[in-house]
């Protein structure tokens, strides 16, 4: 594993973050094994592996929809003097934190009884003090800013994936967000509109100058918009590296690979057939309950 960040501004901090949960029998499956890396501020961190790799679980604990089950995860924001571990702080305190987040979930998750710009307006509403016509001008730059003005007094049904996705990361944006995460956002798009919303990603990173983190299994997307890349694999960080780091280990002959690891990334990296990763006795238990039960981790 390699993470050359000496010196960055950390955003986010995970320390040997572990979670598990227990099946119907109450046997206990750990879904996050000892996971510990940095985020920094600015960067687009994406994380990625294969289905059950507990990629969505880990974004959950990010965002505070689960508790670990051990280790830390630490926040600092701008106004914030050093990093804080979410577990000690009191629910207001981390609700201040959440109001510098935001999410892009996979569906866009906008609410159907709601107009578009209704959707939008709707986190000014609940967490900011500013006068209707401010929200007015807020919600006309945010639909600007993803293309999506014209289509403000739509209801949900009236828009396409792609629309939802880019309505959604305008909702995700009203705030002014230091931090956006982004749950599979090229999912369900076909290969035009996914490099558009990629496209629209960075472009917001750079005006905006937020932090991502980008939970994805979309290859072809991750190396289009990442500067540092996450590999998981049965709960566990497999490498964190810059991109070029990644691109050098996708193109690697994988027979020349030693490392059982690296070849693993490969295979997953290339989207190959064979090779660790499709030999079924090397399934873990974990994964086995996965395909069981068709449960998403």
Do not use: W
């Amino acid at each position: 594993m390699n993470d050359a960040g000496a010196g960055r501004d950390v955003v986010i901090s995970l320390r040997n973050v572990r979670k598990s949960f227990e099946d119907h029998e109450g046997n206990d499956h750990i879904v996050l094994d000892s996971v510990t890396f940095d985020i920094y501020r600015g960067e687009t961190l994406v994380v990625m592996g294969g289905s059950g790799c507990g990629k969505s679980t880990l974004l959950n604990c990010l965002i505070g929809e689960y508790e670990t089950s051990a280790g830390a995860i630490l926040f600092r924001t701008r106004d914030m003097d050093a990093l804080a571990d979410i577990a000690e702080l009191s629910e207001d305190a981390f609700n201040s934190i959440r109001k510098r987040f935001g999410i892009l979930f996979q569906s866009g998750a906008l609410f159907n009884s709601l107009t578009l710009a209704e959707n939008v307006a709707l986190p000014l509403e609940e967490h900011s003090y500013v006068d209707p016509s401010i929200i007015d001008i807020v919600v006309t730059l945010k639909l600007q800013q993803v293309k999506m003005l014209a289509h403000r007094d739509k209801m949900p049904s009236q828009l396409s994936g792609g629309q939802k996705k880019r309505a959604g990361l305008a909702r995700a944006t009203a705030l002014d967000p230091e931090i956006l995460f982004y749950d599979e956002p090229s999912a369900g798009l076909d290969p035009v509109t996914s490099t558009a919303i990629d496209e629209l990603m960075m472009d917001l990173s750079q005006k905006l100058r937020v932090t991502s983190v980008v939970v994805t299994h979309e290859m072809d997307s991750a190396f289009r918009i990442a500067d540092r890349m996450v590999m998981l694999d049965k709960g566990r960080v497999l490498k964190i590296a810059r991109r070029g780091e990644f691109e050098l280990l996708r193109d690697a002959d994988p027979a020349g690979l030693v490392d059982s690891d690296d070849r693993l990334m490969n295979q997953f990296l290339n989207g190959h057939g064979e090779g660790p990763l499709t030999d079924a006795e090397g399934l873990s238990e974990f994964e086995k309950m996965i395909n069981t039960t068709s449960s998403g981790y």
